[in-house]
T-cell receptor, first 110, second 116 residues
């Protein structure tokens, strides 16, 4: 069983709307949690990184939250743009190992 | 920012041949490089971790004789898929870290391998 579960698997949203992606993990303890954006056919690009003591981190229109007690993280995309269409991957690091979620495929339509 | 390149970006080869993929850190020295494989609609799967000048550490289930990794310098790591078969067709991504144990890894753009 994957130690990092993401939901939903995919979602379609209208341009300009907001959306929230979820990441539940069982990795414990962990060093940090990252959200990556991966465009089709490209390598992942880091959006945010949070340690267990941080609750929120923003990067432009992307805001990540972390609840270490419930082992949940979310990535909120505000005012989505067509360029936000990509796969968003949650990655938890523990003792030098990186545990990857399966990703959420986001499609932004005009 | 740190840039990692991969070459080639895509390759098509015949079954039974070997293919070499290069991963380069362009503006920093990478003590550690990681190789991942990604199948369609799935997440990245770590294949191996390589530290400059030492043998790569392979993940369970990854055949080290089939996927040869060489990390000869602080800016270059290569992955050679030997005797490739159609089931080896995948998206191969490398990443590089500036120091052992660091939290940050920079990903390359990936290499699409298709084995006919």
């Amino acid at each position: 069983k994957n130690q990092v579960e993401q939901s939903p698997q995919s979602l379609i949203i209208l341009e300009g709307k907001n959306c929230t992606l979820q990441c539940n993990y069982t990795v414990s303890p962990f060093s940090n949690l990252r959200w990556y954006k991966q465009d089709t056919g490209r390598g992942p690009v880091s959006l945010t990184i949070m340690t267990f003591s941080e609750n929120t981190k923003s990067n432009g229109r992307y805001t990540a939250t972390l609840d270490a007690d419930t082992k949940q993280s979310s990535l909120h995309i505000t005012a989505s743009q067509l360029s936000d269409s990509a796969s968003y991957i949650c990655v938890v690091r523990r003792e030098g190992k990186f545990q990857f979620g399966a990703g959420t495929q986001v499609v932004v339509t005009p | 920012g740190a840039v990692v390149s991969q070459h080639p970006s895509w390759v098509i080869c015949k079954s039974g041949t070997s293919v070499k993929i290069e991963c380069r850190s362009l503006d920093f020295q990478a003590t550690t490089m990681f190789w991942y494989r990604q199948f369609p609609k799935q997440s990245l799967m770590l294949m191996a971790t390589s530290n400059e000048g030492s043998k790569a550490t392979y993940e369970q289930g990854v055949e080290k004789d089939k996927f040869l990794i060489n990390h000869a310098s602080l800016t270059l790591s290569t992955l050679t898929v030997t005797s490739a078969h159609p089931e080896d067709s995948s998206f191969y991504i490398c990443s590089a870290s500036v120091a052992v144990g660091t939290d940050t890894q920079y990903f390359g753009p990936g290499t699409r391998l298709t084995v006919l």
